[in-house]
């Protein structure tokens, strides 16, 4: 699809430019012929006038040159033919580079939306098929018990909350990648960071994970809401990839945030990849209690850019990660 549009971009490109060159072309032509046509008739009247005047003149000059002026002529009409048979050459060459390079950002858009419609899918194919199993094997029981019936609805239940949290994930995604930062407030960097602990502290006590803070006031320009998803993010993850008894760390310095966890830490060969959309380390898909889609990053990613802030990230396997949001 992407190479029939480079071709028809590089047809058009040509066409304009052979156009504009070809009336130049044209535009010279004309004037220059103009010019020799009247240098034949003012050669053509001097000579008359000199026959007329000097009827005995011996020393006539001779008659114009036809044959110089049509081979001039001929002449800029093959100058112009190569500068335009050049210019096709070199513009159709130009063209397509050009037309790739304008094509390239759509195709990789492109690729990308389907990458991640694709994955979308798959996501949801999971709980979709793990539902249509549980009810079909459920509806052959024809001795089917009230509890084992509602055993299986909260078992369908579940894997209805799983499609909901993840069409929610998407939709936020989405959202976020068409917002702009309109809606800006002075946004308490320390509240924000406080609510968004608030939220994470039942999962913590679970997994025994202490969590530790350093705070100091901070007001920023932002959306309140926003930043606290992106900080329960953040937490979220450190308390989750954290060992049983481990502890995680955040520290609010002037307008640097650090989340620091002491947990399972991120391969170098995972690190360049942990913002894409659905991207998750093989540990955090083979480990079943390490529920996520790989869109939390994502999102995170997409609150931090609409602040025009920076996030990075340090990592060691075993040793722990940091994470590091500068606004
Ligand atoms: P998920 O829902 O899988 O947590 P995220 O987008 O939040 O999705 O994270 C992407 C991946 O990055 C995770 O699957 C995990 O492999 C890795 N990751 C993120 N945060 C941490 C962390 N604090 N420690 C270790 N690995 C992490």
């Given at each position: ?206 997994s025994k994970v202490k ?31 954290s060992k049983r008894g481990g502890s995680v ?12 966890d002491h947990g ?56 722990g ?7």
């Amino acid at each position: 699809m992407f190479k029939q549009a480079r071709i028809k971009l590089t047809v058009w490109y040509l066409a304009i430019i052979m156009g504009v060159s070809l009336s130049f072309s044209g535009v010279i032509f004309v004037g220059v012929n103009r010019e020799l046509t009247r240098l034949e008739d003012f050669q053509k009247t001097r000579i008359q006038g000199i026959i007329r005047g000097f009827p005995i003149q011996v020393n006539i000059p001779p008659g114009p040159d036809t044959d110089a002026i049509n081979e001039a002529r001929l002449r800029i009409i093959t100058t112009l033919g190569f500068i335009n048979v050049s210019i096709l050459i070199l513009a159709g060459l130009g063209g397509y580079f050009l037309a790739g390079q304008t094509l390239d950002p759509i195709k990789k858009m492109v690729d990308d939306q389907k990458e991640f419609v694709s994955n979308a899918s798959h996501e949801l194919r999971t709980p979709l098929t793990s539902l249509m199993t549980e009810i079909e094997v459920t509806l052959r029981d024809k001795h089917l018990q009230l509890p084992e019936a509602k055993r299986m609805l909260a078992s369908n239940l579940e894997e209805v909350k799983k499609m909901n949290n993840l069409s929610n994930y998407l939709l936020k995604l989405n959202k976020l990648e068409h917002s702009t930062a309109t809606a800006f407030k002075k946004v308490d960097l320390k509240k924000v960071i406080l609510t968004a602990i608030a939220k994470v502290t039942p999962l913590a006590k679970a997994s025994k994970v202490k969590l530790t803070t350093k705070l100091t006031a901070t007001t920023i320009t932002g959306n309140e809401d926003l930043l606290t998803e992106l900080v329960t993010i953040l937490v979220d993850n450190a308390v989750k990839y954290s060992k049983r008894g481990g502890s995680v760390n955040v520290s609010l310095i002037k307008s640097s945030l650090n989340i620091v966890d002491h947990g399972i830490g991120i391969s170098s060969r995972d690190l360049p990849h942990i913002f894409d959309r659905f991207y998750r380390a093989d540990y955090s898909r083979s480990k079943e209690h390490m529920e996520g889609y790989g869109l939390g990053l994502a999102i995170a990613k997409s609150i931090v850019d609409l602040h025009h802030a920076t996030i990075s990230v340090t990592s060691k396997v075993d040793k722990g990660t940091t994470f590091t949001v500068i606004f």
